[in-house]
């Protein structure tokens, strides 16, 4: 990959390919085809997948997520799969508006185009909803951005910032369903690769202590220590550069509802639904699989991966 393009979501700054490339040891265009040659010659060694070609840039994304690890990259790939075929639910996408109407009025959620100074990316989520009957559809949304981060995007990390300021968070408690969450935090965090730099809570609501809590039981402890809580957005400046924030944080940049709408557009572009449709085959064939040898060293511990990752 020699450069990576602008989207009406995404944009970088010029030197976001050799700074990332840096961080994680693996700067050199050399090393760079190493590295995936060696993840394309193993994709093909895998019977149990369904799916073997992907693009040199997709590839070379998996790498770099993977912090430069071609075997941290193979685990990658391989729960990736898995997942999307024993967890389907939250991994079936279909149009993002439509997901997004459920919660019209309530829930905001947009990518600043802009990169930090350390050129991570930062997801907003702002909820002023009051009542809700379900997450599900705002979970998948956030699955076709992660998605859409592993085709297009190339960053040092994600921070999350979850903006509960105008929200009834106990509401909010009150119709998270545990497993769910327990389900989309390990998509994000295995099969995904997310890394997760910080999560930024915003409320002045004690509900908050509850839901962190729910949160670290299905985190590391590393991630758990990166949960911030904060009164207000006053002090996001302290941890995002302030211009790069959309006009209603007092940054510079453009209304959070036009940076959801252009979001949008790019999740339901030809392009990017036809990218969906196609990974949609990165699964498994279960019957191929050599389950003992898949337990031991990617699981470390025997017995069903359905039972052990859902149950």
């Known amino acids: 990959m020699e450069s990576v393009q602008t989207t009406r979501a995404l944009s970088f700054k010029p030197n976001t390919l050799s700074f990332v490339r840096e961080q994680v040891n693996i700067n050199s265009p050399t090393r760079i085809n190493e590295a995936i040659d060696l993840l394309i010659q193993w994709i093909q060694k895998q019977n149990h997948f369904?799916?073997?070609?992907f693009s040199r840039e997709y590839l070379e994304r998996c790498v770099i997520i993977s912090k430069?690890?071609?075997?941290r990259?193979?685990?990658?790939?391989?729960k990736s799969y898995t997942f999307r075929t024993l967890m389907p639910e939250?991994?079936?996408f279909s149009n993002p508006r439509d997901l997004m109407k459920e919660?019209?009025?309530s829930i905001i959620q947009f990518i600043l185009p802009q990169l930090t100074d350390r050129h991570d990316r930062v997801y907003v989520m702002k909820n002023s909803g009051q009542k809700f009957?379900?997450?599900?559809?705002y979970y998948k949304f956030l699955l076709m951005i992660f998605e859409y981060f592993q085709a297009k995007d190339y960053n040092n990390g994600v921070i999350a910032v979850i903006d509960y300021i105008d929200t009834n968070v106990l509401e909010v408690v009150k119709t998270i369903?545990?497993?769910?969450i327990r389900q989309l935090i390990t998509i994000v965090t295995e099969g995904f690769s997310l890394r997760l730099k910080g999560v930024h809570f915003m409320t002045s609501s004690k509900a908050i202590d509850t839901l962190v809590s729910i949160l670290k039981q299905a985190l590391s402890e590393k991630l758990a220590q990166r949960i911030h809580v904060h009164r207000d957005h006053t002090s996001l400046k302290e941890h995002i550069p302030l211009e790069i924030l959309p006009i209603e944080y007092g940054g510079k940049e453009k209304s959070m509802y036009k940076l959801q709408d252009d979001l949008i557009d790019e999740l339901e572009s030809p392009d990017f639904m036809d990218h969906l449709r196609e990974m949609q085959?990165?699964?498994?064939?279960?019957?191929k699989r050599q389950t003992d040898k898949y337990n031991e060293a990617i699981i470390g511990m025997p017995g069903s991966f359905r039972s052990l990752s859902v149950d």
Do not use: C, H, P, W
């Not at 369903?177 to 769910?180: A, D, G, Q």
């Open 90 to 92: 939250l991994l079936q």
């Open 133 to 137: 009957t379900s997450f599900t559809n």
């Open 50 to 53: 369904i799916k073997k070609d």
């Open 73 to 78: 990259a193979k685990t990658k790939m391989e």
């Open 103 to 105: 919660y019209e009025g």
């Open 177 to 180: 369903n545990v497993l769910e």
């Open 68 to 71: 430069g690890s071609v075997e």
């Open 281 to 287: 085959t990165a699964r498994t064939d279960e019957s």
